[in-house]
């Protein structure tokens, strides 16, 4: 990936940064490792984690992209602004309306949570391990550990999660990440594998809702009806079959009218009779 700026560039505007925030990024690293011990003991709140995070994107945002990376990147004036929209979906999905709840537990998701978790921490002693110097280095408190630790703590949220708080990290880890070996930091080579963990976590809540659907339109099985001999003979009411049947008039000119006479006076027989009144009714004349 070509990027419109020297490695060197891209390490001033860390040396510049760190040399003037320094209290903030240890305050945060130290902030972000407390809660993620509380995440991980079960002990945490979900509208604390949220607001932790919205700070750690507005401030990427508004210090690190607004105040430092637009010397050598006009494109960090819409990276800031995405930023902040991070930061306000935070607020809102997780401070105000709750919808964003995080619990841990003993899965794979979880797992993957923990590593990356550990990995956002250990961020800045990877990078001098790789051969950074302070303050020349990406440390903490800047876009690829906010990334790291987002995507850690979007694997622990409870499903159905807000989809919406997922698109921006995603789309930082895949554009972070191409631009790791180009600038010389290797430790962002595991944006990747951050990416992959949340698309394998946001397709998983569109297979569960198809899922759902489908047993929602599936109508549901017939209800066995009581088997019927229909081999045998058909029984009637003895209460109504046992009456006589009418008998035709005689005598009467009339030869039409007779039966049907004789039919309105006959009493109401049941279902049953049918059968017997058909056997017994003489043919008209």
């Known amino acids: 990936m070509r990027v419109p700026f020297t490695q ?9 940064y760190n040399s003037t925030a320094w209290p903030v990024v240890i305050a945060l690293w130290l902030a972000t490792f407390a809660f993620g ?32 990376f637009t010397d050598i990147n006009p494109a960090a004036w819409l990276f800031a602004g995405v930023f902040l929209l991070e930061a306000i979906a935070f607020v809102w999905l997780g401070v105000v309306r709750r919808t964003l709840v ?10 993957a949570a923990g590593v990356l978790l550990a990995y956002s921490l250990a961020y800045p002693f990877l990078v001098l391990a790789s051969g950074h110097d302070v303050p020349r280095a990406p ?12 995507a850690a703590l979007l694997l622990t949220a409870v499903r159905p999660a807000p989809v919406l708080v997922f698109v921006i990290p995603l789309l930082w880890a895949t554009l972070a990440g191409t631009a790791a070996i180009a600038l010389g930091v290797t430790a962002d080579l595991m944006l990747f594998v951050a990416a992959l963990c949340l698309i394998g976590y946001v397709a998983s809540f ?27 003979p058909v029984k009637n009411d003895s209460r109504v079959c046992n009456m006589p049947a009418p008998t035709p008039a005689i005598g009467n000119t009339d030869s039409a009218s007779a039966p049907t006479a004789n039919l309105m006076n006959a009493p109401t027989l049941g279902t049953g009779c049918a059968d017997s009144w058909s056997r017994n009714t003489p043919p008209r004349a």
């Open 8 to 16: 060197q560039q891209f390490l001033d505007v860390f040396g510049a």
């Open 37 to 68: 011990v509380r995440l991980v003991s079960g002990r945490a709140r979900s509208a604390t984690l949220s607001a932790l995070a919205a700070i750690h994107w507005a401030w990427s945002g508004l210090v690190y992209h607004a105040l430092f």
């Open 102 to 111: 995080c619990e841990w537990g003993r899965t794979a998701r979880h797992a």
């Open 139 to 150: 440390l903490f408190a800047v876009p690829c550990p906010t990334a790291l630790f987002t």
């Open 206 to 232: 569109h297979r569960s809702r198809s899922a759902s659907e489908t047993r929602a339109l599936t109508p549901p099985p017939p209800v066995n009806a009581p088997s019927v001999d229909v081999k045998g």
